[in-house]
């Protein structure tokens, strides 16, 4: 039995007094299984200068009690689809929809995504923080079913994601992917082009001779990032029919209505990422492992269905959203003995995504003043008052438009970090006995802004005609009131979403995932059993009142005096026995 080696294809070569020498490649390890490989050894009786055999891959995998289905580098080379969850996807069990993976009959956020050890499952959206590019994938492990004690924060599946490492050799890749052979609305070889693009370049090898490293980069880009079936059409000569506000029938349309064969205008996405992969040797017996990664997105908001494509046709200001991820990982493994060994994995993951005016950037308030936008060189002149665009255009029976030069009302960002650890132990008691605990923490800081009646804000606190300034008995007042007619949501902002707020009420939220568990795997031929018992503790930090009972009221102010002595809720913990 040999403990603690990395996922990954090897070559064994065995030896023995007597015996012919022999190698066997392609010896497949995977991360948590064992992989078991027999050899038949020849006398040395018989004269074989060098006999090399490929191992087959075994169909199915026996030494677990739960579903784990394997996806190697190898396949994702043959496979015809990109994406991660697109490759999840192809998994017997595994339905996606609307971007949403179900496996098992589970619903949405039921799925644990792990990368290199480290936890990279968002609790705010439930979905996968960081993603990575396939190319530096050695392993996609899918388990679901009844998964060991080892692993939670799941109740449909767990998807661990194992990257690649350099070899003994400097080896480099290239790969250019593309159906851009073809126009918007036009056809190559009888199919609808995306307008697809992707790079990916990846270098690996030695750096001297305890030092292993492997980088990706990536630039994906769609002119189309959404499939949508659309037979064109071109409807032109339209004009307002006035019910919008009885004022403008008659009004031509801006332009023609129409749309190209499957494409959706104005909706394209830009997604550059990069990993990095170090291995260091320090001895026989002590490995260190860091991994990094780092994914930058962006696209526009409000035309990636035909329906909004179709509202927003004429608009020439719409909203553009920007994703930045990011991971740091290190795991130290330490080699106590043949039979025993630890790991201890420390991690950095952030998400920070922010959904804005690309002419004003974080200054939201400008975002529906005609005065600013008249500076920018936008023509205002259809604009009802000082902060209200201009009617929507209205035709066949006030099927509606948005106005050109018109207001952007929204503007939302929202930041989470993560910090967390793990420690697990493991140890071959016997040659059928294996044994394992450890725990891990993650501790969240969870920020979050958005306004989303920027014009309505404006004209209560300048008037319609923007010489009034309205004034506030207090700070907390104005907080109250600014946020109730601006609809404003903050949390580790102020109410302005310009400065961030670390305490009270008003601050971050933390909270804290801690688990321990202790399994053990006994294995005996085709018979494996799995025993384990896990415990959980959930702090959301959910603040509520000291004393809802006695929350004084003010109705015409719109606030409670209890909003400035809030306590968190108990935290929720979790036992399970696992067989």
């Known amino acids: 039995m040999v403990l603690g080696v990395p996922a990954g294809a090897y070559t064994v070569k065995v030896s023995y007094i007597g015996y012919q020498p022999l190698s066997i490649s392609n010896v497949r390890v995977s991360a948590g299984l064992t992989t078991t490989q027999d050899f038949k050894l020849s006398s040395s009786a018989i004269e074989v200068t060098a006999l090399e055999i490929v191992a087959e891959r075994p169909l199915v995998q026996r030494n677990t009690t739960n579903t784990v289905r394997l996806t190697t580098q190898e396949d994702i080379q043959n496979l015809p689809v990109h994406g991660l969850q697109n490759i999840v996807a192809l998994n017997a069990d595994v339905v996606q929809q609307n971007g949403n993976l179900y496996i098992r009959g ?79 609305g036009d056809q190559f070889l009888g199919t609808t082009s995306r307008g697809f693009r992707n790079v990916v370049a990846t270098l690996g090898g030695p750096l001297g001779s305890k030092l292993r490293y492997f980088i990706t980069g990536q630039h994906n880009y769609f002119r ?83 329906n909004a494509a179709i509202a927003n046709m004429f608009s020439n200001r719409n909203n553009v959203i920007d994703v930045q991820n990011g991971l740091g990982g290190l795991k130290f493994t330490h080699l106590i003995n043949p039979n025993t060994f630890y790991e201890v994995n420390v991690n950095y993951t952030a998400r920070y995504s922010r959904n804005y005016d690309p002419d004003f950037g974080d200054d939201w308030i400008k975002y529906s003043d005609s005065r600013e936008l008249s500076a920018l060189g936008y023509d205002t002149a259809e604009w009802q008052s000082l902060f209200q665009g201009p009617v929507n255009y209205s035709t066949i029976f006030n099927f509606q438009f948005a106005p050109r030069n018109g207001p952007i009302n929204t503007y939302a960002k929202d930041n989470q970090q993560s910090l967390g650890g793990s420690i697990d132990f493991t140890t071959q008691l016997s040659k059928n006995m294996e044994l394992k605990f450890g725990g891990r923490a993650d501790y969240w800081t969870m920020r979050s802004y958005s306004v989303n009646d920027i014009s309505n804000l404006l004209n209560f606190l300048y008037g319609v005609d923007g010489k009034t300034n309205r004034t506030f008995a207090d700070d907390y007042t104005r907080r109250v009131e600014v946020g109730s007619r601006g609809n404003i949501f903050y949390m580790g902002y102020d109410v302005d979403g310009k400065n961030k707020v670390n305490s009270g009420p008003l601050g971050p939220r933390h909270p804290l995932f801690a688990s321990t568990y202790a399994q053990s795997k006994w294995e005996y031929r085709d018979l494996v059993l799995n025993l384990g018992l896990r415990y959980e503790r959930i702090d959301a930090k959910i603040l509520q009142p000291l004393n809802p009972e006695l929350t004084a009221a003010d109705y015409d102010a719109a606030t409670f005096s209890s909003m400035k002595t809030m306590s968190a809720k108990p935290a929720r913990m979790i036992i399970s026995c696992r067989a």
Do not use: C, H, W
């Open 224 to 306: 189309n990032r959404i499939a949508a079936f659309i037979e064109p059409f071109n409807f032109s000569s339209l004009v307002d029919d006035g019910l919008e506000d009885g004022k403008n029938a008659g009004r031509p349309l801006p332009g023609a209505v129409q749309f190209k064969k499957n494409f959706l205008p104005n909706n394209q996405l830009y997604n550059n990422q990069g990993q990095l992969t170090l291995v260091y040797n320090m001895s026989n017996a002590l490995k260190l492992r860091l991994t990094g990664s780092y994914q930058y997105q962006r696209f526009p908001q409000g035309y990636n269905t035909f």
């Open 106 to 184: 589970g619903r949405v956020g039921e799925v644990a995504y792990y990368i290199d050890g480290a936890n990279v499952t968002n609790p705010l959206f439930n979905t996968e923080n960081i993603s990575v590019v396939q190319e530096a994938v050695e392993e996609l492990q899918l388990q679901s079913g009844g998964m060991t004690a080892e692993f939670g924060g799941a109740n449909s599946g767990v998807v661990r994601t194992t990257l690649k490492t350099g070899g003994s050799s400097m080896k480099g890749t290239l790969d250019y992917r593309t159906d851009d052979f073809a126009k918007p």
